[in-house]
């Protein structure tokens, strides 16, 4: 079984950067595509920025020109840097297969960002 532990966040004010990081364990573990996904107070889990195996990354709009995803093959980790972060941006980040390209694995604890002057 793969477990999922994000990690990194805390409370930043606006304009201020934060870099997550998603280590996988457990099982052997190599999803096609890997996804960085947020929920903001009282708002549905919604994916922000994915990036296949060979690389190729996707951001929503909301993110893109803010947010690099990469990713670490040798130490099976995923990353998200954040920068010129806003108050919208506020909630928990968590790691997972892309749901539109793979089946997922059980959802990890997450890691709380807040955005805040």
């Known amino acids: 079984q793969v477990q999922l532990v994000e990690s990194g966040g805390g409370l930043v004010r606006p304009e201020g950067s934060l870099s997550l990081s998603c280590d996988a364990s457990g099982s052997i573990f190599s999803p096609y595509a890997m996804a960085w996904y947020r929920q903001g107070p009282g708002k549905q889990r919604e994916l922000v920025a994915s990036?296949?195996?060979?690389?190729?990354?996707d951001y929503v709009d909301s993110v893109k020109g803010r947010f690099t995803i990469s990713k670490d093959n040798a130490k099976n980790t995923w990353y998200l840097q954040m920068n010129n972060l806003k108050p919208e941006d506020t909630g928990v980040y968590y790691c997972?297969?892309?749901?539109?390209?793979?089946?997922?694995?059980?959802w990890g604890q997450g890691t709380q960002v807040i955005v805040s002057s």
């Open positions: 997972n297969q892309d749901h539109r390209v793979g089946t997922q694995v059980d």
């Open positions: 990036i296949i195996y060979t690389g190729k990354t």
